[in-house]
């Protein structure tokens, strides 16, 4: 299978429930150091994979979307709290920046699921755009204000466009098969990370918000997977599912700083809220790779249980969140 192919398979199954069986193009990490027990802070029990995460604005809860089952985790005690009803094949999950709701989507999902954060109650849903063959929903961010919501829908090629005030959702057409999406913090960006025809090379488009046109695009690694801004948002990160590799792109140039080697798979990234680190899951190799974001070299690569999947941070930086099989791990940062 040549590169191409291979790169193009890879985003394709981005919506399938698991990744296993995207091949690896290029060099990687291999294996990685053994994780200490005194860095493992709580293993938290959840449903069944795979299981993606979202953490409150605070950091106060951890919403942890398994296939059919919402666990609200208390990172005070870190424990479940709450368990909520959702559909099978969870594909996003995220959490409206005032806290206060979880927006949750899934592979064949036709509504975007609404759940109080706090309580865990199941409010209103709200119907997404539904073609002929409904589904492929994946991604999702919601802009500062908590008004509007962007969800990803790979096969189809575009963003749900969804109005949280009034319930109400538009299609907003790409050229690309989108696998993330994130918003800018003055809300006039929008950064979408895909394929076009080919998947050699991945891009990420700046769409403006009020005209949803194209300003800009750069290029990124092969099947691009995972993207996320530095706090300062200067720089850009992707990790890349035909590399396996992590992008560094300086944002103002589009230029690439540099390409990290990480493990197979790289199906987690997070940026440390001072920037000064990047965590890239890798699902197929199991290992946490740690990355120095001044030299953008690894320092540290961790091996995990049971195919880790994604990581998110406390806000600050001293916790890290790792869905791994059925459980989730709190990692104190400083002990990686």
């Known amino acids: 299978m040549t590169t191409t192919s291979v790169g193009r398979a890879c985003v394709l199954a981005t919506l399938a429930a698991g990744l296993a069986g995207c091949a690896a193009v290029g060099g990687h990490v ?3 150091n053994t994780l200490s027990p005194s860095a493992v802070l709580a293993t938290i029990p959840v449903g069944v994979p795979p299981t993606l995460l979202a953490i409150s604005p605070d950091g106060s809860r ?6 059919g089952q919402l666990a609200i985790i208390d990172t005070t005690t870190n424990t479940a709290t709450v368990s909520v009803a959702i559909p099978a094949y969870t594909t996003g999950v995220t959490v409206t920046p005032d806290g206060a709701r979880v ?4 592979l064949r999902a036709t509504r975007l699921v609404v759940v109080d954060a706090a309580s865990g109650s199941r409010l209103p849903p709200i119907d997404l755009v539904v073609d002929i063959h409904p589904g492929g929903f994946g991604r999702i961010a919601v802009s500062a204000d908590g008004r509007r919501a962007y969800v990803t829908n790979q096969p189809k090629e575009y963003l749900a466009q969804v109005d949280l005030t009034t319930g ?3 299609e907003r057409s790409l050229d690309l098969r989108p696998s993330d999406v994130t918003l800018g913090k003055d809300g006039r960006t929008i950064y979408v990370t895909g394929c076009q025809e080919f998947c050699t090379t991945g891009t990420v ?3 403006d918000t009020a005209t949803f046109t194209t300003v800009r ?3 990124v690694g092969p099947g691009p997977y995972r993207f996320a801004l530095s706090p300062d948002e200067r720089r850009a990160y992707t990790t890349n599912l035909g590399g396996p590799s992590l992008s560094v792109i300086d944002v103002a140039s589009g230029g690439t700083l540099a390409t990290v080697p990480v493990g197979v798979e790289p199906s987690g990234l997070a940026v440390s809220p001072d920037g000064a680190r990047v965590y890239v899951a890798s699902q197929r190799q199991q290992t946490l790779v740690i990355v120095d974001a001044t030299t953008n070299t690894p320092t540290g690569t961790v091996s995990l249980p049971s195919q880790p999947r994604e990581v998110v941070l406390s806000p600050d930086g001293g916790r890290a969140y790792v869905s791994v099989r059925n459980a989730v791990l709190v990692l104190d940062t400083k002990r990686l």
């Open 205 to 207: 488009e700046l769409i």
């Open 103 to 106: 927006l949750v989507d899934g």
């Open 217 to 219: 695009s750069f290029d």
């Open 30 to 32: 291999t294996g990685g």
């Open 62 to 67: 951890v919403f942890a979307a398994s296939s």
């Open 168 to 170: 109400t959702t538009t």
